[in-house]
């Protein structure tokens, strides 16, 4: 086996995808590729200072805007797409968040709909150190500084969906999409289940950091340049995006309410148990009732997401995915040396 | 002013519509134009006898056909389309009904995952009476023939969504679709914001008679006989699909949980209230509050579906959707002479 | 049998029961006795003008006053206790309705917590024509005099609930309780499943009328002299509030998210057309999917309420309840003579 | 200062609590005494074999048997009282978990009703072995043998609630209660707001661990031998309970839906926030957002549970509590020698 291939896509203005499903591909690739693109922040880079208002810079629905889509020859419905994120680095020195009226988890919505008026709109505007590895932002009065580690993840990661459809960039779904989750960094597999031929995989939505829930609907967005391995694995179904990290094997489940985000993350953790580890389907619910962990990922999107892990130490012997990720782990040290 | 224009549309078995947005406009419409279209039953008319099982005969997504979608000249985003049903009547002298494995209310389903099996595949073949105006079925084990009025109406009404999205037609959001409301019958005006150029409105899903809230999820589902006439609002914008009959104004809800789309459905009401019968916001809330009917139209979709009712005289004087309705109602009396 | 006996209650001021459970009978009754009993409107008559704000004349935890609790000799878990409405009448020529902060279906609440201010806390003053039968209030502003239709019913019914607990009786659950839906009318038969020895019964919350899921939170309140007449079915067990009337039988539930409210109810039905009219389960699901209604009770209370409906004269033969709402239907009737 | 009070208590089989509220105080404490107590498990210890079936052998509502309540002296409604957690030991060398019929969270139940049977009812054994800190079960085929580390926890600690209400210890509310946190170890301070005076503590339900969510409704139950430090904070109002451990602070929220139980526990952090680290409303908003971790507690209760999370050392300088978590802290290092 050679080098692999480096595909490169610093795409221009015009050139986002504001969709999974519906956009023409900007690339072909082949499994064992590697990605080496870069990702517009949510606002399209319009919000560049506590000014700008997104209800006023932005134009509605051209908000988190993917680099993609890139078709994957080979891929077929049926299938399993994995992406191996091997780097994820802040374009910018700086990234923004904000309050958005009417999103978020503690306000009400278009949906959650009440007769009380918005919060107010504000604009955070955080500084990265990319060398301390830390982000900040002061408080509205000056007042207080407040400093973040960077954890720098992908909020948006996804195929084109099942069922014809075509979905906002700000969904999540069975397809992936704006799932949200912090355990979206370096060193994790993402796998997606492939609806369309080619798979049509887009990534952007890239956050500084971001906490559990994201509550206020907005994370540290900055815009990123960022690798990725992409690998296929033929006949292997994966109904919800799947990760896999060094540590853990992570189901996740985007639906409303919270709680039918929760019961698909778990119901897919027994099936995993079943299927990689041998375990019988009782036992499995069983052992992740007592060893699961279960961090919310959004409670602000069209769907909200959770995630359901278990540590590899914990679990029975077992080779998740047909041990994908480990060869992606290795092919990203040698790609790094 | 002269006749209205007919336009026919009797699909061949190739050119049904599959989704919301993403299908090329089978013909080009004006407002005022009467349409004359037959509409195939939710199983694409697979489903024809007790043996004849959803997971065996029907091919997914291939569910749901639409008749349309048709092109409203003239029709703009921020523009309201009226669909007035002038006619739905049963094209056959049978229906169908089904229980579909993890689909439908008193169920786990694919996002209420639980372990669980689903409930047995079942088929009810109910027979029409067109003329008794009654349908009916007998139970499974032959022991009892059960009757109930025929009301036949549209479950699945839309126009393309926005956001530059392509819905299923199983889905009821926004843009109206399958909303399996038993409100959409005979005499009633459908509203419903246009969110693209020409609107793209597609009809289908009829059903003999469906209860509030669709429990098993699959109504008494047959082809129909359906006329509607089609006019424009221009400048009026419908955030969310109303109805409008001779006895009451009808705001719709669709999200999950269901209390969102009641909220949707009932905040929906007073902005209507306070826009064509002039109450302030707050005595609007008061007076839904004390005369607002609430039924449920379904609690099985991808969304679930609210309706809220007030009777036309309880309300103050108002002129609602500038007097619409009353003009597709006398046109529909003078197209039925 | 001889005439019944009439139990009158008109409790004096420190006299109400605040729960469900908890409470020392007021008086025992006999099954077939009549209550004839006044309730205080559910701000404990403290609501007198659109001064009297509730936040400020109303004193927590003392609202929505019961009468009763009544013990009903011979009642023991796993009995089923039946309350037929024989009249219900305002006691007074006004009535009280107001919006109370962070309570109700369009604002945030103390559950559904967001960082929003309250809605304005307002209070409407209703007039109540007891002759013609309506009730009238007036906009804020003066401009406009609304009136509708007087349908008086009862908010609140309930017994002492299961599992040792106490409930406020705000609450609506299994037991009964704050269920505010407008079905508990006059004419109406309300059973209850018993769960302590005596059952005890409390009745208050009086509406003069009430639209379907009381979308501000409170009805149109008003104190009421009340008669009913109480019943037991012995070795009958009824696991959630069920009515009967005339031309309906109706199921309850209650419970969050509301879905699950719906679940309890239409569950419920499929169970009464099971035991009652002789349906297999599958049949009756379809034959309720169908047939039924699905009006909305509450969607503000601490538990939302929902009801399932079907029309008696769409049901196959069947004798509901051993008959018992017919037979209080006629004592009803007698005693009115 | 002297030495702490110690007060022991070891409850007869007759004497536990199966409510909170409502039960007679088993002995008077002061603030600053130290509880040394017993507490049996969940099933009342009647599990004790994998045929100990608990539809057969527990007595319902005899479930979760509460030590307590402790009245403690000088509480009085508006205060906090503080309970810091000294040890918590697995008092024999077994656990047990099941699967309760129409109880858990991948499986319908009595409120997200369906027509399913329920899954099938099995007992786990679990051996703890308290010198390597660890607990095991044998897969139900007796193939696979699963160990995971020991981290004991109480799933039950409450006070009586408000308004007047008792409530069966398997709920979790306002009060605390069935919370089934994992955080509930050793190490934390668990801060609840008073409702009565005295209090009226009580804790039970001990966990060798649990998964966050705890899946299938029962985690690996155990008796416990645990000691409490108990402390009051006069004029400190608590509305949910909160814990406070040395490396993070802690809100929590009980209700339904589970997202109801995120905006809680978020929307009391941002208050947190604001008291005691003097961030104003919207910046607290912003740093929660981007700083907090949100792992479920339990997904299958009366009332779902959900934890909001932030380190202490991201925080900006503050005293969380008038600084009392430290002081338990070293009163139990000292208590400890």
């Known amino acids: 086996m ?8 610093r795409p221009e203005a015009g050139s986002y995808a504001w969709t999974f499903g519906g956009a023409a591909p900007v690339a072909r690739v082949r499994p064992g590729d590697v990605l080496d693109v870069f990702t517009e922040d949510c606002f399209a880079g319009r919000v560049r200072s506590a000014k700008d208002l997104v209800s006023q810079v932005c134009e509605f629905p051209y908000l988190n805007p993917q680099t993609g889509p890139f078709h994957v020859e080979g891929a077929e419905p049926g299938d399993t797409l994995a992406v191996h994120f091997v780097s994820i680095e802040p374009a910018r020195d700086w990234a923004a968040s904000t309050t958005v009226p009417l999103f978020g988890a503690l306000t009400s919505t278009h949906t959650t709909a009440t007769l009380q008026p918005p919060l107010p709109e504000v604009v955070w505007m955080w500084e990265l150190d990319r060398e301390r590895r830390t982000c900040a932002f002061t408080t509205r009065d000056g007042g207080m500084r407040l400093e973040l580690p960077m954890d720098p993840m ?12 075509v979905r906002s960039a700000l969904v999540p779904d069975a397809h992936g999409g704006n799932m949200d989750t912090p355990e979206m960094r370096v060193g994790t597999t993402c796998y997606l289940g492939v609806n369309v031929e080619g798979a049509l995989l887009s990534l952007g939505d890239g956050h500084a950091r971001q906490g559990e829930g994201e509550t206020c609907g907005v994370a540290v967005e900055c815009a990123m340049n960022t690798v990725v391995v992409v690998e296929l694995l033929k006949g292997v179904a994966t109904p919800w995006p799947r990760l896999e990290s060094d540590t853990h094997i992570i189901s996740t489940g985007s639906a409303r309410p919270l709680e039918d985000a929760f019961r698909i993350a778990q119901l897919d953790m027994v099936r995993w148990l079943q299927r990689d580890y ?12 007592q060893a699961g ?12 997401t959770a995630v359901a892990k278990i540590r590899k130490d914990w679990l029975p012997p077992g080779t998740p995915h047909r041990g994908l990720h480990r060869q992606l782990r290795d092919a990203a040290a040698a790609f790094a040396r």
């Open 2 to 9: 050679g080098d692999p291939r480096i595909v490169t896509v």
């Open 154 to 165: 992908h909020g948006t990661v996804g195929v084109a969906p099942a069922n014809l459809e």
């Open 278 to 289: 041998g375990l019988e389907e009782l036992d499995a619910y069983q052992f992740l009732t």
């Open 293 to 304: 962990e279960a961090p919310l990922a959004n409670v602000c999107d069209t769907n909200y």
